[in-house]
């Protein structure tokens, strides 16, 4: 996990977005943007990208998880969301913060449609983790259509 | 006096019961914590709490999530 003081100070030199891209470089395409997230927001568990139509693009998940389980319920929950809103009067849920007791579950709406999904600890920064991810859409957004 | 002594404990059960009776409403009808936080694309946010349905939908998901996927 990076300490506050290094975030911070590497924040300062670089700028969050280019640290995101100098990072995406090394690794390339989504999944590299995922892992330098990961590496990034070290509250983040696991985190994976879904189109707008709920397909998984992207994922670090760990290992041994049923990746089309975590894909249909989080596509699920991106639906809810979008439900919410439109009950709402509001056009689209730009991010969604779930509390349980194991840990939290962070989505950010891509500008397609699509949601960047985080899982963390229950004792995650969580408004931390979500300005982290807020930053990271737009690599992810360039990665899926570099991709597309 | 045993006769005061009867009304004063009448009294007490009364006002025992009707404490215990308010508490009760009042635990069944708080919302709970806050489970779900939305923000809009407008930045407006909505609140979910976890008593309510619609919570209780995204926090049944949620856990399953979390379940799995750490």
Known sequence: ???YNARLKRDLNSGMGACM???GDTTGGLEGKLEDLKALSGDIRSCAVL???GELKGTRLGDGVERERATA???ALAKLSERVARENGK???SQTRIKTDD???LLVRLEDGGTLAAMTNPDARVGLV???MRNARDEVQKSLQGEG | M???LRRVALLGLLIGTAVAVRSYLEKSEAPGEEAVQLVFDDGSTHALYSRSVEAQEFTDIARKVVEIGL
Do not use: C, F, P, R
């Open chain 2, 2 to 4: 045993k006769k005061v």
């Open chain 1, 130 to 132: 979500l300005y982290d």
């Open chain 1, 21 to 23: 891209s100098e990072q």
């Open chain 1, 1 to 3: 996990m990076i300490g």
């Open chain 1, 73 to 75: 319920m989080l596509a």
């Open chain 1, 103 to 105: 840990g939290h579950v």
């Open chain 1, 91 to 93: 056009e689209h849920t």
């Open chain 1, 51 to 53: 189109s707008g139509d």
